[in-house]
């Protein structure tokens, strides 16, 4: 398998424009999980579903930001308008049912860098 | 909240020899499981080491090893003969039901 894909890697964009993160997860997982670094706050989690279902969202730091996962192979992080304190990495990982074995181990993707100017 | 903390936001050691990286968290649960991650500066996010919260065995990977005292709620990573490679931030994660916590990170200097 090759892993959970993000796109883009990297993204400068301009304060007021809209930027649209996406996630392949790795096929066979039924969670997704969507999580923002910054070097003052650390990893937070933003939101993340199951079976393509949302299930925690309260990390969303406001409406600006929005998810959705339309088929359990694709997952989007909007957001509109973007800010200049929205630069950070952005990460998605996935992770296998609970029935199949070791659990917890998150899978992530390479990340996506994010500067709004 | 459940929070996890890491106290040592930059640790270094000489290339051969044996670091600790400290972790504790915070909880009411008591099935839950811990991980340690490492981030190169690649910036991918690798797991390193797992450890059960029902096993009393510390979990041991090779060079990497923890010692879990659940009582304590305390969670540290040792890294035996440090490697150049071994430099990177490491994260401490605390995984109740679903979701992952992580620490703040530590960031990891190995000198040669």
């Known amino acids: 398998d090759a892993g959970v894909i993000q796109s883009p890697r990297h993204e400068v964009t301009e304060m007021g424009q809209e930027v649209t993160l996406r996630c392949k997860p790795i096929?066979?997982?039924?969670?997704l999980f969507w999580y923002r670094q910054t070097m003052m706050r650390g990893l937070e989690l933003l939101i993340y579903?199951?079976?393509?279902?949302?299930?925690?969202d309260s990390g969303m730091p406001e409406d600006r930001f929005s998810a959705k996962m339309p088929n359990a192979s694709f997952s989007t992080l909007k957001i509109q308008p973007s800010e200049p304190r929205d630069s950070a990495v952005y990460f998605c990982?996935?992770?296998?049912?609970?029935?199949?074995?070791?659990?917890?181990?998150?899978?992530f993707g390479e990340g996506s860098r994010l500067t709004v100017l | 909240a459940q929070t996890v903390t890491q106290s040592q936001p930059e640790m270094s050691v000489q290339e051969a020899e044996t670091v600790t990286l400290s972790c504790t968290y915070d909880?009411?649960?008591?099935?839950?499981?811990l991980f340690w991650y490492k981030q190169p500066p690649s910036r991918q996010m690798i797991l390193v080491i797992r450890?059960?919260?029902?096993?009393?065995q510390n979990a041991t990977e090779n060079r990497f090893s923890v010692n879990f005292q659940k009582a304590a709620k305390s969670f540290s990573l040792k890294i035996s003969d440090s490697q150049l490679g071994d430099a990177a931030m490491y994260f401490c994660?605390?995984?109740?039901?679903?979701?992952?916590?992580f620490g703040k990170g530590t960031k990891l200097t190995v000198n040669p």
């Open positions: 096929s066979g997982h039924d969670y």
């Open positions: 994660a605390y995984h109740p039901t679903e979701k992952l916590v």
């Open positions: 990982a996935s992770r296998s049912p609970r029935r199949e074995g070791p659990t917890g181990e998150l899978f």
């Open positions: 579903f199951n079976n393509n279902v949302p299930i925690d």
């Open positions: 450890q059960e919260a029902y096993k009393q």
């Open positions: 909880t009411s649960e008591s099935d839950y499981y």
